[in-house]
């Protein structure tokens, strides 16, 4: 049997929401966030920071939860 490995992933709790936070494969900067099952976009770290990436549906609350829960 063939087995692919996975990316890293994270599981957060914020507020009522289940977040997701996954490593995309072949960027070790850039990782997908999906909350309660939906997709709501990606944040990329550049120079030890984490930003939104454009089209992103990330609010401002969860982006602070999520930079400090990353560091």
Do not use: N, W
């Not at 072949?26 to 089209?55: A, E, N, T």
């Amino acid at each position: 049997m063939i087995s692919k490995a996975s990316t890293p992933e994270r599981i957060l709790l914020f507020k009522d929401r289940v977040l997701v936070v996954s490593q995309v494969k072949g960027d070790l900067s850039l990782f997908r966030i999906m909350s309660d099952g939906v997709f709501k976009g990606y944040i990329q770290k550049r120079g030890g920071d984490f930003f939104r990436v454009d089209g992103s549906s990330i609010s401002d609350e969860k982006l602070v939860f999520l930079c400090e829960a990353m560091m």
